[in-house]
T-cell receptor, first 118, second 114 residues
Framework: GEEVAQTPKHLVRGEGQKAKLYCAPI?????VFWYQQVLKNEFKFLIS????????ETGMPKERFSAKCLPNSPCSLEIQATKLEDSAVYFCASSQSGTGPATNEKLFFGSGTQLSVL | AQTVTQSQPEMSVQEAETVTLSCTYD???????LFWYKQPPSRQMILVIRQEAYKQQNATENRFSVNFQKAAKSFSLKISDSQLGDTAMYFCAFTTSGTYKYIFGTGTRLKVLA
């Protein structure tokens, strides 16, 4: 597709429940990024993929967060045992080349999934 | 550590006027890229303009232009002839080649007044 598709748009979970978010990157894009935006301000980097391989996961709270990008499937971000502080908008973005001097470094963002943990 | 700082949490401008949003960054890298993204109330992130650090010429996209001062590590966005549709959060972002990680500032909320 020509846009990054994120589902669902809104997700409500009780504290301690599992949350799973999905992202279909633009067709042909090799790189996928997940960001967490809290209070409509700061974007916190979570993880990046090159195809199905994790490239950088330094932003992931590893105890409860996991992510996958498998061939022929949407990418996913899963939060086990959600906490109140996980309430945020989670953005997925994709790019053709990641970052590189001679190619398109532009990030294409999805419209985000708003996760509310009650 | 690489950081991006936007020191203006909120700004307002009259329609048709010009406004400048500030952004500074810190890095020891020489090859990097800077971006301004717009986030309207719809939440969709939209690329406004991009600058490669190795280019001395300031990037321009229609009413949007940047003032890139590499030595000062400053990357400000100028919006000319402001329109009501420019009302949004504006994020400055930075990335270096090969890191696959974009670092964002905390944003500036811009309101264009009729």
């Amino acid at each position: 597709g020509e846009e990054v598709a994120q589902t669902p748009k809104h997700l409500v979970r009780g504290e301690g429940q599992k949350a799973k978010l999905y992202c279909a990157p633009i067709k042909g894009h090799s790189y996928v990024f997940w960001y967490q935006q809290v209070l409509k301000n700061e974007f916190k980097f979570l993880i990046s993929f090159q195809n199905e391989n994790v490239f950088d996961e330094t932003g992931m709270p590893k105890e409860r967060f996991s992510a996958k990008c498998l061939p022929n499937s949407p990418c996913s971000l899963e939060i086990q045992a959600t906490k109140l502080e996980d309430s945020a908008v989670y953005f997925c973005a994709s790019s053709q080349s990641g970052t590189g001097p001679a190619t398109n470094e532009k990030l294409f963002f999805g419209s985000g999934t708003q996760l509310s943990v009650l | 550590a690489q950081t991006v700082t936007q020191s203006q949490p909120e700004m307002s401008v009259q329609e048709a006027e010009t406004v400048t949003l500030s952004c500074t960054y810190d890095t020891s890298e020489n090859n990097y890229y800077l971006f301004w993204y717009k986030q309207p109330p719809s939440r969709q992130m939209i690329l406004v303009i991009r600058q490669e650090a190795y280019k001395q010429q300031n990037a321009t996209e229609n009413r949007f232009s940047v003032n890139f001062q590499k030595a000062a590590k400053s990357f400000s966005l100028k919006i000319s002839d402001s329109q009501l549709g420019d009302t949004a959060m504006y994020f400055c972002a930075f990335t270096t080649s090969g890191t696959y990680k974009y670092i964002f500032g905390t944003g500036t909320r811009l309101k264009v007044l009729a």
